[in-house]
């Protein structure tokens, strides 16, 4: 066991508290609190003058799976050239040794939730992971954690014969393929045995709502269509991007869905992404809309999660929000909330030390924790 004594804490799930005192053990915290007594014998780590908080959760990120400095060879998110790769895995792609991953624990992000990309409409399936790791298996928190579809730019960019060439086209084959599954699930459930379609069956799983949809939408009318179509399929969704949701904060926050926000701190690099505004993350979240900040990486550089968090904040997401938009909130989002994203007894040792207070420019982080085992450093200069 281990006592690590003295810092600001912000468990997020409960006030923050000085002169913390967190007990760990075998990868887990055992206690957590300013009136936890350290047991004799137990080794004492000092932050006084510091501040905890948990480690990041980003709950859109292509890690291991996209370029990064490696080129085309390793870009290994989208299955071309069909529009349905509702069949493929996230999880066959991502190599545990690749550069991102340890620029996730600089970043102070220990969780993360892998996607495929959105060249298709029908991408495949996500998963939650560790920051660290050897094994990709080995590193996995929960899979699947959804079904990825995308609407917008990205899907017509595909170079199959049966690739949509409209943003009507690609709704039309979300609807035609749901509609399919759906069928397929009748003659399943009637002992018509079908052929097996793996495809299908994991629509079948976004039907029958044990995964969600997650709808990469950038701008204002792809948001509406993905509402449109998850509403009529009577399915749980969420938003990836949702970088024109400020437009419509109004008609999200009744639906009370939750917004993958980002990548932000980048450029408006194509015409969907023309609306950008950094008071997004704030006005979606006085509409009741659960946000979640994330980077997309390598679309932002994951290094830079929690800059974008004092930016969302400095752009009026309070500190709370922003901190839970970091944390808890994607842990919730992705299913992880149980392992993850706040500071309590029985959960996961993933935290992080930082030199002051969050958000500030001169609070880097100094120590990233995984389970308990520092995973990363900060070299001073």
Not at 46 to 73: K, Q, T, Y
Not at 159 to 178: E, Q, V
Request: include cysteine; hydrophobic fraction near 40%; proline fraction near 6%.
């Amino acid at each position: 066991m281990r006592a690590y004594i003295g810092a600001r804490i912000y468990p997020v799930d409960a006030p923050p508290f000085d002169d913390g005192v967190m007990l760990v053990d075998d990868g887990h915290i055992q206690e957590v609190g300013a009136d936890v007594r350290v047991p004799d014998g137990v080794e004492t780590v000092d932050l006084s003058g510091r501040v905890v908080i948990p480690g990041m959760v980003d709950a859109h990120s292509h890690a291991g799976m996209w370029g990064d400095g490696e080129g085309d060879a390793s870009r290994d998110g989208n299955e071309r050239p069909g529009p349905i790769a509702a069949d493929v895995d996230a999880v066959d792609s991502v190599n545990p040794h690749h550069r991102s991953f340890a620029s996730c624990r600089e970043g102070g992000v220990t969780s993360v939730m892998i996607h495929p990309g959105s060249g298709n409409a029908i991408g495949g399936l996500c998963f939650a992971a560790k920051t660290r790791g050897e094994i990709v298996d080995d590193m996995v928190i929960r899979a699947p954690t959804g079904l990825k579809g995308a609407l917008g730019e990205n899907p017509k960019r595909g170079s199959g014969k049966d690739s949509p060439k409209t943003r009507m086209g690609t709704a039309a084959l979300i609807r035609d393929y749901f509609a399919r599954a759906a069928e397929y699930g009748r003659k399943k459930d009637a002992d018509k045995d079908p052929d097996p379609d793996a495809g299908f069956e994991n629509a079948l799983r976004v039907l029958r709502g044990e995964i969600p949809f997650r709808v990469h939408a950038h701008r204002a009318d792809d948001i509406v269509t993905a509402t449109r179509l998850c509403e009529a399929l009577d399915i749980r969704y969420n938003i990836e991007h949702c970088t024109d949701g400020y437009l419509l904060a109004e008609f999200l926050g009744h639906r009370e869905l939750t917004a993958h926000v980002g990548p932000g701190l980048s450029s408006r690099g194509k015409v969907e992404v023309a609306n950008r505004d950094e008071r997004n993350a704030a006005l979606l979240h006085a509409a009741g809309v659960r946000v979640c900040l994330v980077t997309d990486h390598p679309f932002l550089d994951v290094r830079y999660l929690m800059a974008y968090g004092g930016v969302a904040h400095k752009h009026g997401l309070p500190f709370d929000a922003t901190l839970r938009a970091l944390t808890l909130t994607p842990a919730e989002s992705i299913g992880i909330a149980d392992r993850v994203g706040s500071l309590a007894k029985g959960k996961d040792a993933d935290f992080l030390v930082l030199a002051g207070e969050p958000f500030r420019y001169r609070s880097p982080i100094l120590s990233t924790f995984v389970e308990g085992e520092e995973v990363y450093t900060r070299q001073q200069p």
